[in-house]
C-alpha cells in the first residue's frame, strides 16, 4: 500500500479509468419506475456487480427486496484484525431526463465541456458509484479497515432498500457509514453535510358538486372546486412567502451561508423573480426551516377543456420539516390546517399522507474527524458544514438500526450540477478530490485504530 503523500499522485493516475467507467454508467438509462425499461435498470446493476468484483469486493450479490423492488448490489472486503469497519452507499438509478430539447448533448450520451462531464446520472449518484470504485482500486482492493457496500437500485423512486435493512441488518452493521450522494456549493470548497431536512406529504381533495355542471347556466352561485383548492392553497403562506401555518415556526442554523448569485443561478430564478421568505437568511430558510410546495395537481387540461364547473379538484402536497423536528407533528398541523381554510362549506378529503424524519449527524466521533482531516489534506481549505433540504431516507434507517455508527455525507454534486434537471453534470476535478479524500479518510481511520 502506498503511503499518504503517494496517494494523491495515485488517485490522479485512476481518474482517466474512473472517468470512462463513469461514461460507461451514463449510457446506461437506468430509470427504475414505471414506463421505462425494467431491463436497463438491470442491465446496470449487472455491470455495478461486475465493478465491485473487479476492483476486489468479495461475495458480492444482489439483494431482491421482498415488496419487488429493484436489486440492490452488495459487496464487502474483511479488514484486519481490530479494525473498523466502513459501509460505502451510492445508487445506479437515476431521474427520467425529461424533455430531451432541453438538453445541449443527449442526456444517455456522456459528453465532456470545460472540465464537466454531462450525462443523466453524472453527478447523482453515478458519480458516487465510480467514487467507491476509485477509492478501492487506490488499495489494490485491499483497504487499510473493513469495507461493506451497499448499490441501491431505485433510490429515486419508493426506495425499497430501508425495509431490507430492517430484515437483514448484519449485513449493513459498520462503524462509519460514507454516502456519497451529495456534495458542496462550489467547486473547490470542502463540505461535509450533517443535517437534512424531513418530508411530509399528502394529498388533499376538494369536491363541490357530483358532477361537472355547465358554467353558463350555474356559473355564479354555485362555487367551482378549483377554485376553492386554490383559496386553501393561497393561504398556505404569508405575504412575504412564509410558510404559515399555526405551529411550525422554523430552526436555527449555525453552519455555512449560501451566496445568494450562486444559488439564484443554481435555481435558474428569472432575473426579475425576488426570493420569498427573505425574513431569515438563505441557508436558515433551505436547511433550517420549513418550505410548502405542491408538487402535483389533478385538474382537466386546457387540451378539450368545456364550459364547466370543476366538481372535485386534487393536489399533492409536501412539507419540508427542519431536521431537528417532528415529521408527523407537521403533518397533523398541516391536516389541522387545511380544515380551517375550506371555503363554501366544500367537502374535504385528505389522503395518502406519509412522513420521513430529518438526519443529524454525529459530530464528535473519530469518524468525523477522519473525515474533517481528509477534506482539508484533499482540498487543501478549511471544510465547511452545511445542511441539505431534501431527504435520504436511508440515513435515519441506518442511524435507527445503528445508533453507535456514524454516518458522513459528501459527494461531487456541486450546486451547478443540475441533478433532476436537464443538463446534469459533475466537475471532473471535483469527483478526483472526493476520490482522494475517501482514500485518506480510510487511511487516517485505520491510524486511529491502529
Not at 502506498?2 to 472517468?19: C, G, R, W
Not at 451497499?150 to 430492517?166: A, K, M, R, T
Not at 462550489?186 to 357530483?210: D, I, M, Q
Not at 372546486?225 to 415556526?249: Q, S
Request: proline fraction near 8%; include cysteine.
Amino acid at each position: 500500500m502506498a503511503t499518504s503523500p503517494d496517494m494523491h499522485q495515485v488517485v490522479h493516475q485512476l481518474m482517466p479509468k474512473t472517468i470512462n467507467t463513469l461514461k460507461q454508467l451514463i449510457s446506461i438509462p437506468s430509470i427504475a419506475t414505471e414506463g421505462y425499461s425494467n431491463q436497463k435498470v438491470l442491465e446496470a446493476a449487472h455491470l455495478t456487480a461486475e465493478l465491485l468484483q473487479t476492483v476486489g469486493f468479495q461475495n458480492v450479490r444482489q439483494l431482491i427486496p421482498a415488496n419487488g423492488g429493484r436489486p440492490a448490489i452488495y459487496g464487502e472486503i474483511p479488514g484486519p484484525p481490530d479494525m473498523p469497519t466502513v459501509l460505502l452507499y451510492a445508487h445506479y438509478d437515476v431521474q427520467p431526463p425529461g424533455p430531451t430539447e432541453e438538453w445541449i448533448s443527449p442526456p444517455f450520451e456522456p459528453t465532456e465541456r470545460d472540465g464537466r462531464l454531462y450525462g443523466r446520472g453524472a453527478a447523482d449518484d453515478k458519480s458516487g458509484l465510480v467514487a467507491h470504485f476509485a477509492t478501492i482500486q487506490a488499495f489494490d482492493g485491499k483497504p487499510p479497515v473493513g469495507m461493506k457496500i451497499v448499490v441501491e437500485g431505485d433510490e429515486e423512486f419508493d426506495s425499497s432498500l430501508p425495509s431490507y435493512i430492517q430484515l437483514h441488518p448484519n449485513l449493513f452493521k459498520a462503524d462509519v457509514v460514507i454516502i456519497a450522494d451529495h456534495g458542496s456549493i462550489r467547486v473547490g470548497e470542502p463540505t461535509l453535510t450533517t443535517s437534512l431536512r424531513g418530508s411530509a406529504v399528502l394529498t388533499v381533495e376538494v369536491r363541490t358538486l357530483k358532477d361537472k355542471q355547465h358554467n353558463g347556466v350555474f356559473g355564479g352561485p354555485v362555487p367551482d372546486a378549483f377554485i376553492a383548492l386554490c383559496h386553501i392553497i393561497a393561504n398556505l403562506h404569508d405575504k412575504e412567502g412564509n410558510v404559515h401555518i399555526p405551529g411550525l415556526e422554523p430552526s436555527t442554523w449555525q453552519g455555512a451561508d449560501i451566496p445568494e448569485e450562486i444559488f439564484r443561478h443554481a435555481a435558474t430564478l428569472l432575473p426579475t423573480v425576488d426570493l420569498i421568505g427573505n425574513e431569515r437568511p438563505l441557508s436558515a430558510q433551505l436547511w433550517a426551516g420549513y418550505s410548502l410546495n405542491v408538487i402535483g395537481i389533478d385538474m382537466p387540461a386546457i387540451e378539450g377543456a368545456s364550459n364547466s364547473l370543476i366538481d372535485v379538484a386534487r393536489a399533492r402536497i409536501n412539507v419540508r420539516v427542519p431536521p431537528d423536528q417532528d415529521a408527523e407533528r407537521a403533518l397533523a398541523l398541516l391536516k389541522q390546517h387545511f380544515t380551517t381554510l375550506v371555503p363554501w362549506h366544500a367537502a374535504l378529503t385528505i389522503t395518502d399522507s406519509h412522513t420521513c424524519d430529518g438526519f443529524i449527524a454525529k459530530t464528535d466521533g473519530p469518524g468525523y474527524q477522519a473525515g474533517h482531516q481528509a477534506l482539508k489534506e484533499a482540498y487543501h481549505a478549511e471544510p465547511q458544514v452545511i445542511g441539505d433540504g431534501a431527504s435520504i431516507p436511508l440515513t435515519n434507517v441506518l442511524s435507527q438500526q445503528f445508533p453507535k455508527a456514524e454516518i458522513l455525507i459528501w459527494g461531487a454534486e456541486d450546486l451547478a450540477a443540475s441533478i433532476h434537471g436537464p443538463n446534469e453534470s459533475v466537475d471532473v476535478r471535483e469527483l478526483e478530490r472526493i476520490v482522494l479524500t475517501q482514500v485518506l479518510f480510510l487511511q487516517k481511520l485505520a491510524q486511529k485504530n491502529a
